[in-house]
């Protein structure tokens, strides 16, 4: 599967932004899905994931409450809805698809990757 991330861009503190992955040459209907970031001089970290239903997620601590991930089968698509964003959210987010069953937390849990959108967040 090709995975292609959007929507990423500058925003200032306390602001909205909608992250999109697509995913191209087959369905993820099936698959479970995350988005991980990676900020300058950081190891990528998880986000959020959800299983192949939409209907059970999970999300890092320091984004429960304010990010919620989504999918829509009929467009072969997730999302990231990100609200009250803080500078520490500045990265590049990513998207990738688990080879597991479940969203997992680990990147060794997704076999393939989105090439990355960058989220700026201004103080």
């Known amino acids: 599967v090709q995975l292609q991330a959007s929507g990423g861009g500058l925003v200032q503190t306390g602001g909205s932004r909608r992250l999109s992955c697509a995913a191209s040459?087959?369905?993820?209907?099936?698959?479970?899905m995350g988005w991980f970031r990676q900020a300058p001089g950081k190891e990528r970290e998880f986000v959020a994931a959800t299983n192949w239903s939409g209907h059970s997620t999970n999300y890092a601590d320091s984004v429960k409450g304010r990010f919620t991930i989504s999918r829509e089968k009929g467009k072969n698509t997730v999302y990231l809805q990100m609200n009250s964003l803080k500078p520490e959210d500045t990265a590049v987010y990513y998207c990738?698809?688990?080879?597991?069953?479940?969203?997992?937390?680990?990147?060794?849990?997704?076999?393939?990757w989105g090439q990355g959108t960058q989220v700026t967040v201004s103080s």
């Open positions: 990738a698809a688990s080879i597991r069953a479940y969203g997992g937390t680990r990147t060794t849990d997704y076999g393939s």
């Open positions: 040459r087959r369905t993820i209907s099936n698959n479970a």
